[in-house]
């Protein structure tokens, strides 16, 4: 495994919660639209990027359970699990691509694979279950994952996390926009999407977003981002009413 990005300072507002100084967002301040997207992404695209392999040790200090620091807590089915149980057996817990990495067809390799604002622990069986399906709501109850729905072409998260989703990927279609030899990302109101780079549905996302606001574990885990690894942020998290401001 490569060797973890040294941590640097964080913004003036403390080391696990709130949004950062006034000043990482100072030239977004004010726009919207088109234009603030467009701010966004200068802001945000300025990141240290992490090897796959860095992803292992990243996840075990980002996704850290608050009340047991030997373990990790699995996005979509919510367990807490040791850190330790990383890998790709049984109920072992792997790397869940939020962004499906086919959608887009960029894999592994550094850049938005192996970003961890939308990088996530997550049981290897629960993992291949929601594959590469789009975000929508309904379906069947997700193996192992209890309060998940699944069908052919949608995976429905639990209520406690379905805001998170919805903000990781805002994140993910604002930091890649095709500009800096990335693939460009974009949301779109379908499911069944495919290689294409693009991710649905958008308007359960922000259905989402509006009723699961940040909570103390996602704003945590952003300012560790930040100031621990890849050195920027989600905006998303920090100013959840730009949302509505993009996509309207």
Do not use: C
């Not at 952003?222 to 920090?238: E, L, M």
């Amino acid at each position: 495994m490569g060797a973890t990005p040294t941590p640097t300072t964080g913004p003036t507002t403390g080391p696990t919660t709130g949004a950062p100084a006034d000043d990482y967002y100072r030239a977004a301040v004010g726009k919207s639209g088109p234009a603030l997207k467009t701010s966004l992404n200068q802001i945000i695209r300025t990141n240290t990027k992490l090897s796959y392999d860095q992803v292992w040790n990243a996840l075990k200090s980002t996704d850290e359970d608050p009340g047991n620091p030997a373990n990790v807590v699995l996005l979509y089915s919510g367990r807490s699990q040791s850190k330790s149980t990383n890998g790709g057996n049984g109920n072992d817990w792997n790397r869940e691509h939020v962004w499906a990495k086919s959608h887009g067809d960029f894999g592994t390799a550094t850049g938005p694979g192996t970003d961890l604002h939308h990088l996530r622990p997550e049981d290897v069986s629960v993992n291949a279950n929601r594959g590469n399906k789009d975000f929508d709501l309904g379906g069947s109850p997700a193996t192992e994952a209890p309060g998940n729905f699944t069908d052919s072409d949608s995976w429905e998260p639990r209520d406690a996390v379905k805001g998170d989703v919805a903000r990781m990927l805002f994140y993910m279609a604002v930091r890649y926009e095709g500009g800096d030899g990335y693939v460009n990302l974009e949301l779109n109101n379908n499911v069944s999407n495919g290689s294409a780079p693009y991710m649905g549905r958008l308007s359960v996302l922000l259905r989402w977003h509006a009723q699961d606001l940040p909570d103390a574990f996602e704003k945590r885990r952003n300012q560790v981002i930040f100031a621990g690894f890849q050195h920027n942020r989600n905006p998303f998290i920090d100013h959840p009413e730009w949302a509505a401001s993009i996509w309207n």
